[in-house]
Nanobody, 122 residues
Framework: QVQLVESGGGLVQAGGSLRLSCASS????????MGWFRQAPGKEREFVAA????????SYADSVKVRFTISRANAKNTVYLQMNSLKPEDTAVYYC???????????????WGQGTQVTVSS
């Protein structure tokens, strides 16, 4: 079992920045690809970004490309999502997830955190 805990969410004005963190309870963190997803009220959970176990490969949703950066520190069992130039439409609960491969789909991710709220005011 891998427990994931997100932090770093909050309220920010449009154009601002936030950095989300997701800490894992297991030293096997480095074996997993990691993803960030988000879910706004009344909408389905959607892919944001993902990174390979080694950190040398990443994938982004078109809506966040250039503005968001995913990274990981395996020695700290932590994955990050740096979010710049935030927009009101980025408002959602953000979830991190661990899986066996980098994917834009929810299915391949086996472990999920409980989420952290990000609210962007206009």
């Amino acid at each position: 079992q891998v427990q994931l805990v997100e932090s770093g969410g909050g309220l920010v004005q449009a154009g601002g920045s936030l950095r989300l963190s997701c800490a894992s309870s297991r030293s096997t963190f480095g074996n997993y690809a990691m993803g960030w997803f988000r879910q706004a009220p009344g909408k389905e959970r959607e892919f944001v970004a993902a990174i390979s176990w080694s950190g040398d490969s990443a994938s982004y949703a078109d809506s966040v490309k250039v503005r968001f950066t995913i990274s990981r520190a395996n020695a700290k069992n932590t994955v990050y999502l740096q979010m710049n130039s935030l927009k009101p439409e980025d408002t959602a609960v953000y979830y991190c997830a661990a899986g066996v491969l980098v994917s834009r789909e929810v299915g391949p991710y086996r472990y999920w955190g409980q989420g952290t709220q990000v609210t962007v005011s206009s």
